[in-house]
């Protein structure tokens, strides 16, 4: 009976496991004093990355479809037991609902020396994941849930990429009538008149295919409400500021915005009645 609960046990920890992509590793455990004292906290980061997992470190840049759904991932903790002769650590992890998924059995160590006990005690307690055999293994409603995501951010740029191209065609009629105005009250003044005025036309605008990148990598550094592209030299090329959408940036002191589309980083802007596009190379 003993040796069947112990099976049933390791498949039902292995299956529950593999529904999750990541493992959160804290900057410090609750035991410690100082954060990642010991090394203990880059030691649990490494054993979950020798038995399968992708482990992060607390308050680093998470990979985007974690970002979208943080039950992706697990948060681990370290527990430490009493014990009068001995160390006595366990490994626990929780999910995003603060539900504990797995707990390891208790690892020990008697050694007298703290750092040599901490190390030796918790290797022991990551032993049970050898045995677990962790491989990812998605659910279901995660692809969906990041399928949906994704769509609905795509949705959200293409949206207002045409709210921007809406308002620059507001701005340039505004303008245009603007040049008109000037030119009929020039008319009216007694001088004489030795051409008849006639107001530009306007041309039809036409989408034109982007061309690729015709100057070299733009460096993106950040600045208040946005991001300076500078080149090599360093010389500040565009400013831009940052949008409601994802990735669609205004251009700063010019009828134009920056977007991406792919891979690519896109420069749309309006010249000689002409919507132009180009391809940039943009370093972040």
Same mark, same amino acid.
């Given at each position: 009976?003993?040796?069947?609960?112990?099976?049933?046990?390791?498949?039902?920890?292995?299956? &529950?496991?593999?529904?999750?992509?990541?493992?959160?590793?804290?900057? =410090?455990?609750?035991?410690? =004093?100082?954060?990642?004292? +010991?090394?203990?906290?880059?030691?649990?980061?490494?054993?979950?990355?020798?038995?399968?997992?992708?482990?992060?470190?607390?308050?680093?840049?998470?990979?985007?479809?974690?970002?979208?759904?943080?039950?992706?991932?697990?948060?681990?903790?370290?527990?430490?037991?009493? &014990?009068?002769?001995?160390?006595?650590?366990?490994?626990?992890?929780?999910?995003?609902?603060?539900?504990?998924?797995?707990?390891?059995?208790? &690892?020990?160590?008697?050694?007298?020396?703290? =750092? =040599?006990?901490?190390?030796?005690?918790?290797?022991?307690?990551?032993?049970?994941?050898?045995?677990?055999? +962790?491989?990812?293994?998605?659910?279901e409603s995660h692809t969906v849930a990041a399928v949906q995501t994704e769509t609905k951010d795509q949705n959200q740029v293409v949206e207002e990429i045409q709210k921007l191209k809406q308002e620059i065609q507001t701005l340039k009629k505004e303008k245009e009538t603007q040049v008109v105005a000037a030119v009929q009250i020039k008319e009216k003044e007694p001088e004489p008149i030795k051409e008849t005025p006639m107001v530009k036309e306007i041309k039809t605008v036409k989408a034109v295919v982007p061309e690729k990148p015709s100057s070299g990598i733009l460096y993106a550094q950040e600045i208040e409400n946005g991001f300076q592209l500078v080149d090599s030299s360093p010389k500040v090329v565009y400013r831009i500021i940052a949008t409601g959408a994802n990735n669609v940036f205004l251009i700063e002191n010019r009828s134009g915005i920056i977007y991406k589309n792919g891979n690519d980083w896109v420069l749309e802007y309006y010249s000689d009645d002409s919507l132009k596009q180009e391809v940039l190379e943009i370093k972040f």
């Open positions: 009976m003993l040796l069947a609960l112990v099976v049933v046990s390791s498949a039902y920890s292995q299956s &529950g496991l593999n529904d999750y992509k990541y493992v959160i590793v804290p900057n =410090k455990f609750d035991f410690l =004093k100082e954060k990642d004292e +010991y090394r203990l906290n880059s030691l649990a980061a490494f054993l979950f990355k020798k038995y399968g997992f992708v482990a992060l470190k607390e308050g680093e840049t998470y990979p985007s479809d974690l970002d979208s759904n943080r039950c992706l991932a697990l948060r681990s903790d370290v527990i430490k037991d009493s &014990g009068l002769f001995k160390t006595k650590l366990q490994v626990e992890l929780k999910d995003c609902n603060d539900r504990i998924v797995y707990t390891s059995p208790v &690892g020990q160590s008697r050694e007298k020396e703290f =750092k =040599k006990a901490y190390v030796e005690a918790l290797r022991n307690a990551f032993k049970s994941f050898e045995s677990i055999g +962790y491989t990812y293994t998605p659910k």
